[in-house]
């Protein structure tokens, strides 16, 4: 029974990959070496649509390509030293970055940014020289900073394009859908809930009233959930007691999101996720980064969602969010200017 239900699930693994569309791409992985980079170096080793892995670290990146270059799979798999950057960036359509230091008990994702900045100030840089029309994934914390530094740099390279870049806020998504089915008793497939604002404590605002398992939650029921939601990296952080934060969930999460990249390259319709991208949506209050659902196309971002009713709850939390926000975001764009 065990051994038929666990084949049908090797040979489908269909909730985290799909398959429809059939072009291959050329995927980086900056700081493939990590405890992000290696789980998530090996969930795109499966993924069907990527044809080539380019995984780069200042540390490690090519013992682990030649380990996951073993797994039988199309993709081929090279490894780059800390001063092969340039090669590992030739010809790649779509480059994650999880390079950078995670947290440690007690610490904020702000607390991250003396450290990360430059790092990702540095590899966006390259991109900018090596693969200026790539796609950037920005996993790198704090990510409502990081993702205006990204911008903010190509910006001086002249090779922006808001549509090629993205901060990863799915591990906020699959979270919510994780702890909401947890609420509910139902499946997660069936609790999707749309997350937006950024990916920070009160930045993270779950759109619990669009759901229709989760309108119904209330009280401190409700409270508690979207506690959960916004502060559920803080249970990995304690859990992991100085060792780090998320990153086999976070892996998970960041092969889904690019996988979903993906298939919109691939000219799939009607792919839609939240996601932290340049958004004109709360532009008149000087805000010009937000996540929310976005549909992905063969350029990217192909068109962005706005956020859909409130509830007076949420309401409440996007009026904590956004000064919170701003407040990233210009920290980010002062770093680079
Ligand atoms: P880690 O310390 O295990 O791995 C980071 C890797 O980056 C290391 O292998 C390191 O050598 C590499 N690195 C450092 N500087 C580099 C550079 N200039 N170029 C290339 N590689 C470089 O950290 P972990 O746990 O993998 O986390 C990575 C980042 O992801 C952290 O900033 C963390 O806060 C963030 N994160 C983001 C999440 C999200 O939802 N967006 C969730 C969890 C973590």
Redesign the pocket.
């Known amino acids: 029974m065990f051994a038929r239900s666990a084949a049908r699930a090797l040979a489908s693994p269909s909730r985290l990959f799909s398959t429809s569309a059939s072009r291959h791409t050329k995927v980086a992985v900056?700081?493939?070496?990590?405890?992000?980079?290696q789980p998530l170096s090996l969930l795109l080793k499966s993924d069907p649509l990527v044809s080539s892995l380019s995984l780069?670290?200042?540390?490690?990146a090519p013992g682990v390509a030649a380990d996951v270059s073993h797994v039988d799979t199309a993709s081929e798999v090279n490894g780059y030293a800390?001063d092969k950057?340039d090669e590992a960036l030739d010809g790649v359509k779509v480059v994650v970055i999880?390079?950078?230091?995670?947290?440690k008990p007690g610490m904020t994702?702000d607390d991250?940014f003396n450290t990360?900045a430059s790092?990702v100030r540095?590899?966006a840089t390259a991109v900018a020289r090596i693969a200026p029309t790539a796609h950037i994934l920005?996993?790198?914390?704090p990510?409502n900073s990081t993702v205006p530094i990204v911008a903010a740099t190509l910006e001086k390279a002249g090779v922006f394009d808001p549509a090629h870049l993205f901060?990863?806020?799915?591990?906020?998504v699959v979270r919510a859908a994780r702890f909401l089915a947890g609420v509910s008793g139902a499946s997660p497939n069936d609790t999707p809930v749309t997350v937006v604002g950024g990916?920070s404590g009160a930045t993270i605002v779950p759109l619990l009233s669009q759901s229709p398992y989760g309108k119904g939650i209330s009280g401190e029921a409700y409270a508690q959930l979207v506690h959960r939601i916004q502060f559920g990296?803080d249970e990995v952080v304690k859990a992991k007691d100085g060792a780090?934060?998320?990153?086999l969930s976070?892996a998970y999460?960041g092969a889904k999101f690019t996988n979903s990249l993906l298939r919109g390259l691939n000219g799939e319709k009607g792919v839609i996720t939240p996601t932290f991208v340049k958004s004109s949506l709360f532009a008149d209050q000087g805000i010009d980064f937000f996540s929310t659902n976005v549909e992905l196309g063969l350029n990217g971002v192909e068109k962005i969602h706005p956020i859909g009713p409130l509830s007076a709850e949420e309401e409440k939390l996007m009026e904590a969010c956004l000064p919170e926000l701003k407040k990233n975001i210009e920290k980010g764009k002062a770093f680079v200017a």
């Open positions: 900056l700081g493939a070496g990590g405890g992000i980079g780069y670290d200042i540390r490690g800390a950057l999880p390079a950078g230091v995670p947290r994702r991250l990360n790092i540095d590899l920005v996993i790198s914390n990510v901060g990863v806020t799915t591990l906020d990916h990296g780090g934060s998320a990153t976070m999460a």
